[in-house]
């Protein structure tokens, strides 16, 4: 397939007036008439059943046939940015495995044709043992050509769901879940602090995080020093590694992420409406292939195109690269350099070996750690998305690596995942629901441990809430698996800002130790029992510890741990050194000087030992939870409106990790109800529910309407019925919004129950009677 007809085709975008015509050459012929396509959706939609989803599907069905007609005769282009009476911004969300309609997958097919035609382009420039540069090439040209196919699936997939996203942020702000931080003085872009509802969901949700996996895998949890000295992070490849490209305004000196400036740049001028379709299709190719592309390259684009500063206008300064870290000073003198750390799996790593004898130094054995961590984005974007600060749950399970079976995998190995193989990204293939064993015995997943904790990942996120149909696990291509990987899943959760990376699990294999121990010569290593014992040659320096401190005093020290840490190849580099000169020079730190060691200094000495144990630096498995994309896309998977009324909207969050399990509304302020708030309140307290009592003078139906928007799942009325003996009242569920009577005094108990799993509103529902008074829309 040509690459004008590639990308042709990548611009049927879904709905579009009149018919979409692909170009080969100079000839231009009809492929489809959209309005067929959106008659097709639209049966398709129609077919779909969601219980909570109701309204919206019939907004959707409305939407389209609109859209349908007009793409009929010669009226006016529909126009979809019309509607904007709350300045809303109408997104839609699609399920991919819903898109089973022929006339979808004949749009699609040539598309994941012209995907896999690349993938196998790469796979056979890799094979050959092509240039890097022909390599690179031939894998961006492949990622642009993935971000095409997903996008036109997204667009094309049956809509079940419209979102609101300028609804939902009103309600997050209104209610004080999260706001901007300093907000006062202008905010700072990327800092937010969480309200009272926002800091209650976040601490539930670690709260049940911790639980699940803490617990359940008796993790040992540290809490390690947010400051981290630069050798820590030079060692761990961030000072060297961890940086994106930026550009400044000569002027003012002003930043600007490179690939963002030239996206934003970019579509501006596809957007113009004298930009012609050549400068388009120019414009769209680059933007999809910016991800891939060098300093060199970005740098000829901007001069290309004449980019100035978007705020300013005035000239940029050439690109140059921005470490992501926060540097700082430790200590008064500023002679120690340190960093906020980037990541909490650091802590962990140098602390290696404490937890090993903590755990009588046998393997495997996890430890766990929950903190913040800190990335200077160059410009964050998208709300609780991208920040400068944000918590982090991070797992490093240390096993052999030669052994990595979990012990536990045959409990999780029926776990159906959706997995977005490299293999299939490169074939242009959609990602198939495969049990988590399946995927191990094929090789597919590394091994056991891997998927151990990704089953575990996704029972946990669906645990708090998180949409099965709107997730999904994406293997790392090896292009863009991180420095220290050999393999990564990264669980993906569906948001209006498309697919976002949540919680990364990688094999780090043992990168980390490795790295340490050689910066350190502390050696980062378990003990593993042989089957039986071995005799083996040692070959080792031996210093003479008196004559080196009578020789160099205070640098003896260093020259000791100097020796210790060498290779048994530089071990013989010395012996060598000696026996044909009598002497060695040591280098004894990175750029420090040489010293010169003689024969009456060190000896090297070769000797019979034998071993009942031998040495192994432990592999690592990750998996890496960003607690605050977590919640955005909680956020959104559980936003919902009430049926034939928009203005109640309410976030649908499971008990578990809802910020106030229950609320207790008085019917009135009459004062007969004073002393059963009392004993109500009192009772829920002593069984550890978080609850708000809320005794306005509002009508019941707006208090239920109040206590919705905030999430609150249950809710306790006290009316007249109360008064009278036996004492009762009524439970509301938010989302069906039924009720049941009840004692007053069984009333707590149930409440915990319901909120911490133990029993559903469905059993409940069976076994009380059922309130049948209507509840009255909200005024």
């Keep these: 397939m040509s690459t004008q007809l590639f990308y042709s085709l990548s611009r049927l975008v879904f709905p579009r007036t009149g018919p979409v015509r692909i170009t080969l050459g100079s000839t231009a012929k009809p492929l489809a008439n959209v309005s067929l396509v959106s008659s097709t959706l639209v049966q398709s939609f129609s077919a779909f059943h969601h219980p909570c989803l109701q309204y919206q599907r019939e907004q959707n069905r409305r939407y389209l046939a609109t859209a349908a007609s007009a793409n009929e005769g010669q009226r006016k282009p529909f126009n979809w ?69 997903e996008d036109r699936e997204l667009s094309l997939a049956p809509q079940v769901a419209s979102f609101d996203r300028a609804r939902m942020e009103d309600l997050l702000k209104r209610r004080f879940f999260y706001d901007q931080s300093f907000a006062i003085y202008g905010g700072i872009t990327g800092q937010y602090d969480f309200g009272p509802m926002g800091c209650a969901l976040k601490s539930n949700m670690i709260n049940t995080w911790r639980q699940f996996f803490v617990l359940e895998e008796q993790m040992l949890e540290v809490d390690c020093s947010i400051l981290t000295p630069e050798p820590v992070l030079k060692a761990s490849g961030h000072v060297d590694r961890f940086a994106d490209l930026m550009t400044k305004d000569v002027k003012n000196g002003e930043c ?115 903190g913040n961590s800190f990335r200077n984005e160059i410009s964050p974007r998208s709300g609780l998305i991208r920040v400068r600060e944000f918590t982090m749950c991070e797992i490093e399970h240390f096993c052999d690596p030669l052994a990595k079976d979990h012990p536990k995998f045959e409990n999780v190995s029926d776990t159906v995942m959706t997995l ?49 149909e709107r997730l999904r696990f994406r293997q790392h291509m090896g292009n863009e698996m991180a420095h220290y990987a050999c393999d990564c899943w ?89 026996a044909a000169t009598g002497e060695y020079k040591l280098r004894v730190a990175d750029g420090g ?51 034939g009324d928009e203005q109640r909207s309410y976030f649908s969050l499971p008990p578990v990790v809802a910020p106030i399990k229950c609320s207790v509304l008085p019917l009135s302020g009459n004062v007969e109800f004073t002393p059963f708030v009392k004993k109500l309140s009192s009772a829920l307290t002593s069984v550890d529910v978080s609850h708000k009592v809320d005794d306005s003078s509002g009508s019941i139906g707006r208090r239920y309407a109040r206590t ?29 919004m039924k009720q049941i009577r009840i004692g007053l005094d069984e009333v707590a108990n149930i409440i915990r129950d319901l909120a911490t799993g133990r029993s559903s509103w469905a059993e409940v529902e069976q076994k009380y009677p059922k309130f049948e008074q209507q509840e009255a829309p909200a005024k």
């Design 490 to 578: 990264d669980a993906e959760c569906l948001t209006s800002y498309g697919w976002i990376e949540c919680v990364g699990c990688a094999d780090r294999s043992a990168y980390d130790l490795t790295q340490h121990t050689k910066a350190t010569g502390v050696r980062l290593v378990a003990e593993k029992a042989l089957p039986s014992p071995r005799t083996v040659e040692v070959t080792e320096v031996v210093p003479n510890k008196a004559a080196l401190g009578k020789a160099f005093r205070k640098e003896s020290k260093g020259i000791m741990e100097a020796l210790a840490r060498l290779s048994l190849e530089e071990v013989a580099d010395i012996g060598k050194s000696l």
């Design 81 to 149: 940015g019309s509607n904007k009476k709350h300045r809303d911004v109408k997104l839609r969300l699609q399920l991919l495995e819903n898109m089973t309609d022929p006339k979808i997958e004949a749009v699609l097919a040539p598309l994941r044709e012209s995907v896999k035609e690349q993938g196998d382009l790469v796979r056979k420039l890799k094979s050959e043992g092509a240039p890097e540069i022909d390599v690179k090439k031939a894998v961006n040209e492949l990622k642009a050509r993935k971000k095409i196919l």
């Design 256 to 370: 600007f992420r490179l690939d963002h400036l030239i996206k934003n740049h970019l579509e501006k001028l596809a957007a113009a409406k004298d930009a012609t379709a050549q400068l388009k299709d120019e414009c769209t190719d680059i933007v999809i292939k910016l991800d891939g592309m060098t300093k060199d390259e970005m740098a000829a684009i901007m001069r290309k195109y004449a980019m100035k500063s978007p705020i300013t206008g005035n000239e940029l300064t050439e690109p140059i690269e921005f470490n992501l870290m926060f540097g700082t000073q430790i200590g008064p003198t500023g002679l120690v350099k340190g960093f906020l750390r980037p990541e909490t799996a650091q802590g962990i790593f140098v602390n290696f070996k404490r937890l090993l004898e903590f755990n009588q130094g046998r393997l495997p054995f996890a430890a766990a750690q929950i």
């Design 420 to 468: 977005y193989s490299a293999c299939n990204q490169m074939d242009g293939k959609s990602a198939p629901q495969i049990p988590i064993g399946e995927a191990v015995a094929s090789g597919l997943v590394a091994n056991q441990t891997l998927g151990y904790f990704m089953a575990r990942i996704q029972m946990f996120l669906h645990r708090i809430g998180i949409l099965p």
């Design 593 to 643: 000087p040489e010293v010169k060691l003689t024969n009456d200094l060190i000896a090297v000495k070769t000797s019979s030992k034998t071993e009942h144990v031998e040495e192994i630096t432990p592999s690592v498995i990750e998996p890496s939870f960003g607690i605050g994309r977590i919640m955005y896309s909680l956020l959104e998977h559980s936003f919902r409106m009430r049926e």
């Design 708 to 736: 919705d928007e905030i999430a609150i799942p249950y809710g306790i009325t006290i009316d007249f019925d109360t008064l009278k003996e036996p004492h009762t009242v009524t439970l509301r569920e938010r989302d069906s």
